[in-house]
């Protein structure tokens, strides 16, 4: 098979390789194209990538391509992990927001809406690419945040689209070491909208283990999450990590405001990462890498991937349709949950019943994505300002105002219809 990489020239690549170098019974690649328009990234990230290869006699060859239409030419997969404006720009979208005192973060509220404007066209364009020259039945695998809102993009725009995040499979991990056992066999009831979610239940075999996970590591587990342990205990579940932007937004306003930015932090390991790809002799995934991110990222895709291509009907947590899941959102709209995984695509399981709290928030977010989604499809101030007015951590007018205009300024050099 023939796997493309769109933004292969990430420093997260050699994440992926080193589980499709592990993995490769589970997933038998002829073939790993990796596109990036960056060419210096792309020869650093691509020949680090040839070297993790050869190091484990893996008998698939890695390619390199600046076009997009040659290097997803015949693919049976596509994952796209773009960043569009790179660093530069999520610098912007983690600080303008602080202006009209809001946080700033790169896949939630403002910062997050963004991203959102500047990546939606570019998705949608590679996409196009995709359809005309990759195979017929060929999967779009996203990666690139916010994948809720990109994934709706491709699946409105009639794609073969699937979205994916890794927080579902670090939680799966985080429980298999507390209860000490295989993550295989833990199963989550994880429920919500891409970094909005919530683990309502975790399951050991026929065993419903959330509440002994509650009552016997609550400290750890708020902890982990950066939450007060009252606020599990009252809810009943894990939130994500991401629900620290909601439930504690003041607290993490200020820890920004005298903090530099993940930004900076990211472009600091990014260029000694770079400096360890160019290095002929490296050729095995360095340590650092763990402190960019993404942890399990090679992981969820081998796996996702490998059960749409086999047809293996087993259960992972995707980004796809909601089709009456959670009966509160539109049908067409984009959910996080678990889902029996088969050759046609994803299909989500039963589902807990959310709580009316939980129910409140995740309809007050979708119904931003999708004045987001169409600001990004279509442009305008006036859909920009509206979009962001309905966002829970805008929600003032005199705010929103100023916010959009932040955000235009910010992103004038990416977005052609704001200059």
């Known amino acids: 098979m023939k796997l493309a990489v769109v933004g292969g020239g990430s420093t997260y690549t050699p994440e992926l390789v080193d589980g499709f170098g592990r993995l490769r019974d589970q997933l038998p690649i002829d073939e790993l194209a990796l596109v990036d328009v960056d060419e210096r990234r792309l020869a650093l990230v691509g020949g680090m990538a040839q070297r993790m290869f050869a190091r484990v006699d893996h008998p698939g060859k890695v390619t390199l391509h600046r076009d997009v239409a040659a290097g997803v030419a015949d693919a049976d997969v596509v994952l796209l992990q773009l960043r569009v404006g790179g660093q530069e720009a999520r610098q912007g979208d983690e600080t303008f927001p602080h202006d009209a005192g809001v946080l700033g973060q790169e896949t939630t509220g403002p910062g997050g809406f963004a991203k ?49 995040c890794n927080v579902a499979i670090g939680f799966q991990r985080r429980f298999a070491r507390l209860l000490d056992v295989d993550h295989r066999d833990v199963r989550l009831d994880h429920v919500g909208l891409n970094h909005l979610t919530w683990e309502l239940g975790v399951h050991v075999g026929e065993r419903e283990v959330l509440g002994d996970l509650l009552s016997t590591h609550l400290g750890d587990l708020a902890s982990e999450v950066e939450l007060p342990a009252d606020l599990l205990t009252m809810l009943r579940s894990v ?4 629900l620290r932007y909601y439930y ?15 930004a900076e932090a990211v472009r600091e390991v990014e ?24 942890a399990y990222y090679s992981e969820a895709a081998v796996d996702l991937i490998a059960s749409l291509l086999s047809d293996a009907r087993d259960v992972q947590v ?15 709209h984009v959910i996080e949950v678990p889902a029996t995984v088969t050759a046609d695509g994803p299909v989500a399981t039963e589902l807990p019943t959310l709580s009316p709290d939980l129910v409140g928030l995740v309809s ?3 119904g931003y994505e999708r004045l987001a989604l169409d600001a990004a499809l279509h442009g305008g101030r006036d859909r920009v300002l509206h979009a962001l007015l309905a966002h829970p951590l805008v929600g003032q007018w005199d705010r929103a105002e100023k916010l959009t205009d932040l955000l235009l300024a910010s992103n004038k050099e990416h977005l052609a219809w704001a200059r």
């Open 116 to 164: 959102a404007l500047r990546t939606v066209p570019v998705v949608l364009d590679v996409a196009e690419q995709v359809r005309r020259h990759a195979r017929p039945d060929a999967w779009i695998v996203d990666f690139t945040n916010p994948v809720g809102i990109v994934t709706r993009a491709l699946l409105e725009a009639g794609h073969r689209a699937v979205g994916l």
């Open 318 to 332: 995707v980004n796809l349709r909601n089709d009456g899941s959670l009966p509160f959102l539109p049908d067409d």
């Open 271 to 294: 260029n000694k990462l770079l400096e360890l790809y160019a290095d002929p002799h490296v050729d095995t995934k360095p340590e650092l890498l763990e402190k960019r991110g993404g």
């Open 239 to 242: 939130p994500s990590y991401y």
């Open 364 to 366: 007050h977010v979708a």
């Open 248 to 262: 504690a937004h003041d607290e993490v306003l200020r820890e920004q405001l005298r903090s530099a930015t993940r």
